[in-house]
C-alpha cells in the first residue's frame, strides 16, 4: 500500500504565497516523478508542475515563475510553493507519484486525497 498526504492548503489573498507538501510512504521501492495536478470547478484536471527523482522539472504554462516544485528523496517529500496567487488558481490540489512499490515490477500512479486553495480578489 502506499500513501500520499498533502497538507498546506487554504484561503488566501491575490497577491499572497502558499507551500503545498506531500509525503509518500508505505510499500515504496523507488519514486519516479511526483508532481502537482489541480482541478477547478467544472474543468477538467490538468498538471501544475512535476519533479523527476533526478530534479528534473516541468511547469504548467499559466504558474512558471510563480511556482516552484521541489523534492526531498530521503523524505519522499515534494513540495509546491506558490507565490504571486490569483484568483484563477483557486482550485483543489491533488499530489500525484509515479513509483515502483516493493511488491509489483510495474510503476503506478498515486493521488493524495486533494487540498483546497482558495484565492479571493
Known amino acids: 500500500q502506499v500513501q500520499l498526504v498533502e497538507s498546506g492548503g487554504g484561503l488566501m489573498q491575490a497577491g499572497g504565497s502558499l507551500r503545498l507538501s506531500c509525503a509518500a510512504s508505505g510499500s515504496i521501492f523507488v519514486i519516479n516523478t511526483m508532481g502537482w495536478y489541480r482541478q477547478a470547478p467544472g474543468k477538467q484536471r490538468e498538471l501544475v508542475a512535476a519533479?523527476?527523482?533526478?530534479?528534473?522539472?516541468n511547469y504548467a504554462d499559466s504558474v512558471k515563475g510563480r511556482f516552484t516544485i521541489s523534492g526531498d528523496n530521503a523524505k519522499n517529500t515534494v513540495y509546491l510553493q506558490m507565490n504571486s496567487l490569483r484568483p484563477e488558481d483557486t482550485a483543489v490540489y491533488y499530489c500525484n507519484a509515479d513509483l515502483y512499490t516493493t511488491y509489483n515490477r510495474v510503476s503506478s500512479r498515486y493521488w493524495g486525497q486533494g487540498t483546497q486553495v482558495t484565492v479571493s480578489s
Open positions: 519533479i523527476t527523482s533526478g530534479g528534473n522539472t
